[in-house]
């Protein structure tokens, strides 16, 4: 009973904080959305004693007044969420689908429950994707969006609980499947080629012959989606600016394009799960898609300089306030993630808002119409469909900035703190091995590629990709084709990309004769800094494998064999 004592009131002094802080917010005439007080009120340390004296006040008066009645009669709970609570209000499925998004007061269903969230969406951490949930189930939503399940949110919602589903219009005591709105109804088609981990939402893989490309085709572009691809029109969106202070400017697409010197940078998107099937196959089991080599591509990409923009928009780019320390942006379909200011700013950073990929509008999947692009770092910052960028003292407070893109020790389980560890940002050295092909001097065609190399002989033909972050040239690749017991240099191609710094993957080549060759090659890549792979993946292993860079084996066997 205190632990539920504890929660319940726990709740509603943040509530009461958030309203705290936005009343107060808005008596001092603050210039900063409810989104900001509601920011502000989670973080008790840096909110003002002001706010914080007379919202928890409040939320201690009105705790102690619940306080003997939630010792003497049982709340609502989580383990009970989704059943019918007897005599209580009977609300009808049609009643509920009147209270959407265009409503005055909002409700959700969760199970057989009903819930007003009105007052909730304006502190909701996720920002106004709740909307998509109004007049139906939530159920849906938050087996997508997994940091709800969770008992703390499951009570917050049962303090905005109103009544139950009427039993008529349920089917085995839940809401009929052809009532549940589908929110990947509108996704785009994929292209078959791609390599399927889930379809809903959509993580895919590049196949084998675009990581044989050094500009790699938009239809088979990997697709890394957290969430169902947002409705966007050009011509519609609009993406804004918000200062330190508070103060915003809008820009539309053409906006952009009008005002300010469109640039091309190529560059290679990673994500940070690249190769975790690697780690889980060579270490121990990993939390995740489990991604093999072609969660990694490269594109010409189109846009308009951040740096520009900001400034644009009256952030003093050149001599920023020591303060400002993050960019933050947020996309049309409530993902979020930030940068360090000064890599946004950076002369040299190539830091874009990309309107263009391989010369063509982007596709939907890759951000159409508004993406931003931050070459060297992980592709889970290039947010896509952005339309608000915050320059701020803190990092993005969203779920995927502040737990799922991080890295522990190998020691470390599947509960850590997760303030202890950084957001990932720039990407370590990697390198893979995508093609193995075997070559005969009596094909006409193998006979010429064999010349080039002074090889007369069956030989095998080895590529693949080798790249690191922060715009670190890779100088050297390393190929062994006896498991690592000795080792070539390959042939490092001399494709050429766009940019002020090496933000696009180097391929190489490298061809042996089979004689020599063991039944596993492996690589190894070395930047311009000397950082180099580990050989193993035990001291690199983290649950969530993220950042897999260890060597890259690939197993042989001989045509003849």
Not at 95 to 118: C, F, L, N, P, S
Not at 292 to 317: C, H, K, Q
Not at 491 to 515: F, H, I, M, N, Y
Request: charged share 25%; hydrophobic share 35%; proline share 6%.
């Amino acid at each position: 009973m205190k632990q539920r004592l504890h929660v319940v009131v726990t709740t509603i002094i943040r509530r009461n904080v958030y309203y705290g802080a936005a009343r107060n917010l808005s008596s001092c005439g603050h210039p900063k959305p409810l989104s900001h007080a509601y920011s502000t009120a989670v973080k008790p340390l840096k909110t003002s004693s002001l706010v914080t004296k007379s919202a928890c006040a409040s939320a201690a008066i009105l705790a102690g007044t619940i306080a003997f009645c939630l010792i003497n009669a049982p709340i609502a709970h989580a383990e009970v969420p989704i059943s019918h609570t007897p005599g209580r209000r009977k609300i009808r499925l049609a009643e509920v689908q009147k209270h959407g998004r265009d409503a005055e007061t909002k409700w959700v269903t969760r199970g057989a429950r009903v819930y007003d969230i009105t007052d909730w969406i304006p502190g909701h951490p996720g920002g106004e994707v709740i909307l998509r949930a109004v007049g139906g189930p939530v159920d849906q939503y938050w087996s997508i969006f997994t940091v709800h399940m969770k008992q703390e949110v499951y009570d917050i919602l049962e303090s905005y609980y109103i009544g139950d589903i009427d039993p008529g219009d349920l089917v085995d005591g839940q809401v009929p499947v052809e009532d549940l709105h589908d929110p990947f109804e509108n996704d785009p088609r994929r292209d078959k080629r791609l390599h399927v981990h889930t379809s809903r939402p959509c993580n895919a893989e590049t196949p084998t012959e675009g990581l044989g490309a050094f500009v790699t085709p938009n239809d088979i572009f990997y697709v890394r989606n957290h969430m169902w691809v947002p409705s966007t029109s050009e011509s519609d969106h609009k993406i804004v600016v918000e200062l330190p202070n508070g103060e915003e400017k809008e820009y539309s697409l053409k906006d952009l394009k009008d005002n300010f010197e469109s640039t091309t940078v190529t560059a290679t998107l990673q994500c940070s799960g690249n190769r975790r099937k690697n780690m889980t196959q060579e270490s121990r089991s990993t939390k995740g898609l489990q991604w093999n080599v072609g969660g990694i591509s490269t594109s010409e990409w189109t846009g308009v300089r951040l740096r520009d923009v900001l400034a644009d928009a009256g952030f003093p780019v050149d001599e920023y306030p020591d303060e400002v320390r993050h960019a933050q942006f947020m996309g049309a379909e409530a993902y979020g993630a930030s940068i360090p200011i000064d890599k946004a700013v950076d002369r040299r950073g190539d830091v874009l808002l990309a309107y263009e990929m391989n010369g063509k509008p982007l596709p939907p999947d890759h951000g159409y119409p508004l993406r931003v692009l931050v070459p060297g770092t992980v592709a889970a910052r290039s947010v896509k469909w952005v339309n608000r960028i915050v320059l701020s003292e803190d990092e993005s407070s969203s779920e995927w900035q502040q737990r799922d893109y991080k890295c522990f020790g190998p020691n470390v389980g599947g509960n850590p703190d997760w303030g202890t560890a950084p957001a990932i940002q720039e990407m370590p050295v990697q390198s893979a091995i995508t093609s193995l092909r075997d070559l005969s001097p009596h094909s006409q065609a193998d006979r010429k590629y064999l010349r080039l190399y002074g090889l007369e002989e069956d030989s095998v033909a080895v590529e693949g990709y080798s790249f690191s972050g922060g715009g670190r040239r890779i100088v050297r690749v390393d190929v062994s084709a006896d498991n690592g017991r000795t080792w070539h240099q390959a042939e490092l191609l001399s494709d050429k990309g766009k940019g002020a710094k090496a933000w696009a993957w180097t391929r190489w080549r490298w061809v042996v004769p089979r004689q020599q060759a063991g039944r596993c090659f492996v690589v190894k890549a070395v930047d311009e800094a000397y950082n180099t792979q580990p050989n193993d993946y035990d001291s690199n292993y983290n649950f969530r494998g993220h950042l897999t860079s260890s060597w890259h084996r690939v197993g042989y066997r001989p045509p003849d064999v």
